[in-house]
């Protein structure tokens, strides 16, 4: 893990959500302390449903975290790339606004940063190389989520439950019968073409 090159307190930050067609985009910043890490952290994509609920909240439980959510009408509005960069910087900030102060080094997931007035490294691959960037990603995708099957009780035809808002066949086949709910992202193709099938 590359989380002891840089100096603390450190924030690492990830998002859930760029891929969707419905759904926000959501990113979380988070400090671990720097003893008894909850164990079993990793990318988040490689753990299970109930395993990241339990990380989620050990993490939350020991850790200094912010989240980040940018909805679908500002994913329209910023697109889907600026959105991403917002919530990241949200999430950061509400870290700050806990902690009092800014960390003293930011990693963040990818090959982009925000701009953003904190030290900075872009790492690929990075929620499997950072505690702390691997922590982010388990909180990020719990949360949006959490989110996610809430809304697939207000709109079940989707499948939200399961698909998270990416466009399995399921969503895909709903889209086409019962168009577009508030939660879906009109920029996205997929989404777009309802319209000019209207």
Request: glycine share 8%; proline share 7%.
């Amino acid at each position: 893990m590359v989380d002891s090159t840089f100096p603390t307190p450190l924030c690492g930050v990830d998002e859930a959500g760029r891929g969707p067609l419905a759904g926000p985009v959501v990113a979380a910043a988070v400090i671990l302390p720097e003893r008894d890490c909850p164990s079993g952290i990793n990318d988040s994509k490689k753990l299970t449903e109930k395993t990241r609920a339990r990380l989620c909240a050990e993490i939350r439980a020991c850790a200094v975290v912010g989240v980040g959510i940018v909805h679908p009408e500002e994913i329209d509005r910023l697109n889907i790339y600026w959105a991403t960069m917002k919530a990241m910087t949200l999430a950061v900030d509400a870290v700050v606004e806990t902690l009092g102060r800014h960390p003293a080094h930011v990693l963040v997931d990818g090959n982009k940063l925000p701009k953003w007035g904190y030290s900075a490294t872009a790492i690929v691959g990075g929620d499997a190389k950072s505690l702390a960037i691997g922590a982010a990603s388990i909180v990020a995708k719990h949360v949006r989520d959490e989110m996610m099957i809430a809304a697939a009780a207000q709109w079940p035809a989707y499948g939200w439950h399961s698909n998270k808002g990416y466009g399995s066949a399921v969503h895909l086949a709903a889209l086409r019968e019962h168009g577009p709910t508030p939660l879906h992202r009109r920029s996205f193709a997929p989404v777009a073409q309802c319209y000019l099938d209207l």
